[in-house]
């Protein structure tokens, strides 16, 4: 056996059982290791590994233990690599694999490849300052089925937690609470400035949170996007840029365009300000007559002054409002969903596309798309497509066809095909919002059914934006189904 790692920071299981006590530090002994011992411990790893190698006796997760523990004795990846005669990229994802006792233990029961491992490893990470991350990656483990596909829509997640932190920094700044999900104003739980009045029942002023921050939420939300110039950042209209140029920096802008690669998108963040029920008395704002007698239900029959027909239509007015909130989670809700699904899509598509011969219906499938969807060539982002997933330009196919054999050319072709599919799904600005294809002609989308129905007969799994798209389920049940959001 390997020893596993020698490490100064508290294990996870200390960590939790801190907690739990109610401990807020976590006592760790540590000293320096002299330049012997840290070559010593090298040098013994390196060679239990080798050892273990001829034996064939060693799990993913007691290689992935060695390789974090010759990253905690000073070696980089390069040095791993050289060392255990692995690839840096395998060193590098097996070193963050290895930092974790779940990670390694999914390793070992097949729950993860050593990329998923390597990822909720550093989730784990993540958590130690978000303890709603360790609430949900438990709750992925749980299920136990899509794992790693739910660990990297947790990762993006976070990074739109991040993303959002950093817009609200102003507000923050100056005493706001930052409200990373829209709450719902329909039960009385939470006031927007709609809901409410000030003392002569006048509408709130938009300034009104800003005498009080530290009452108020401010929740951020990515509202769109704009493309603005790397620059000097002006705004510049997108049917103004040549998205064909992007990443060829010796091709040319067809005349009164851009080049691609001199632009980037950036989000539009919109801002909404929230109050909990519990800080409106220190505000002196009353709540709207509307609101009031929505709340109330029909206990106040006319004392609110509003009459059966008023209340009606506040009622409906509350509903539409909440109506319109839930709408925006969905949406958001299913967009990551979506940027995540094209992440394990475009990488199923890459191994797939790897092999010697094509899949057994790989022939039958081209046929049938191309006599009904041959103009799929035609979309803009074909050639980088197939540039990301088959890791050389397009433009080198037909020199890979004359030196290869009569099987891994039908691959070669059946690679054009797809990843010109793949073009089509995401289209020019790589979208994530392919759920909402069920309709079968949003943006121009025809034959996706049929392209994630072959990928699907080739092993890939679905996911529920996926099914979406295809029209095996609704958006609603697909949103329906990710219950961590």
Request: net charge negative; glycine share 6%.
């Amino acid at each position: 056996m390997i020893s596993t790692r020698n490490t100064p920071r508290p294990s996870r299981e200390r960590t939790l059982a801190a907690r739990e006590a109610g401990l807020a530090t976590i006592p760790v002994l540590v000293r320096e290791e002299s330049a012997d011992e840290r070559a010593a411990g090298i040098e013994r790893i390196t060679a239990q590994v080798v050892a273990n190698d001829h034996r064939e006796d060693l799990t993913k997760s007691q290689r992935a233990a060695a390789v974090a523990g010759l990253f905690d004795l000073g070696l980089n990846a390069s040095q791993v690599a050289t060392a255990l005669h692995v690839r840096k990229d395998y060193a590098d994802k097996a070193g963050r694999a290895g930092r974790s006792e779940r990670a390694r233990r999914q390793l070992d029961d097949h729950q993860l490849t050593l990329e998923g491992a390597a990822l909720l490893a550093d989730l784990e990470d993540a958590a130690q300052g978000q303890p709603w991350v360790t609430d949900a990656i438990d709750k992925v483990i749980e299920r136990g089925y899509g794992i790693e596909y739910q660990l990297r829509n947790l990762e993006r997640r976070i990074d739109e937690r991040a993303e959002a932190s950093a817009a609200a920094a102003e507000y923050t700044a100056r005493g706001f609470t930052l409200l990373h999900d829209e709450p719902s104003t329909k039960a009385g739980d939470w006031f927007s400035l709609a809901d409410l009045r000030s003392g002569d029942q006048d509408a709130v002023p938009a300034d009104v949170p800003e005498q009080t921050p530290h009452l108020w939420h401010v929740y951020v939300c990515a509202s769109g996007s704009v493309w603005v110039d790397k620059k000097t950042r002006n705004q510049v209209d997108e049917d103004d840029i040549d998205f064909d140029t992007e990443g060829d920096e010796e091709a040319e802008a067809e005349e009164g365009t851009v080049h691609a690669d001199m632009v980037e998108e950036t989000p539009v963040w919109s801002y909404e300000f929230f109050l909990r029920h519990d800080h409106r008395a220190e505000t002196g704002l009353t709540l709207a007559p509307e609101l009031a007698a929505r709340i109330a239900g029909g206990d106040t029959e006319g004392a609110d002054g509003l009459s059966p027909s008023q209340r009606a239509a506040a009622q409906a007015e509350a509903e539409r409002i909440e109506t319109q909130r839930e709408e925006r989670r969905k949406v958001k809700a299913l967009n990551r969903a979506g940027a995540t699904a094209t992440e394990v899509r475009r990488t199923f598509l890459t191994g797939l596309l790897a092999g010697k011969a094509a899949p057994k219906n790989a022939t039958k499938f081209i046929v049938v798309v191309l006599a009904a969807h041959g103009d799929v060539f035609t979309e803009s982002k074909c050639a980088e497509r197939y540039s990301d997933i088959m890791g050389s330009p397009l433009r080198e196919a037909a020199r890979k066809v004359e030196t290869a054999t009569a099987t891994r050319a039908e691959v070669l072709l059946l690679a054009r095909v797809l990843t010109a599919f793949e073009a089509r799904l995401t289209g020019p600005q790589d979208a994530k919002d392919y759920w909402r294809f069920s309709s079968k002609h949003y943006r121009g989308m025809v034959g996706i059914d049929t392209y994630l129905t072959f990928l699907a007969d080739c092993g890939h799994i679905l996911t529920a934006v996926e099914q979406a798209a295809v029209g095996n389920i609704t958006p609603d049940a697909a949103y329906e189904s990710m219950s961590d959001d």
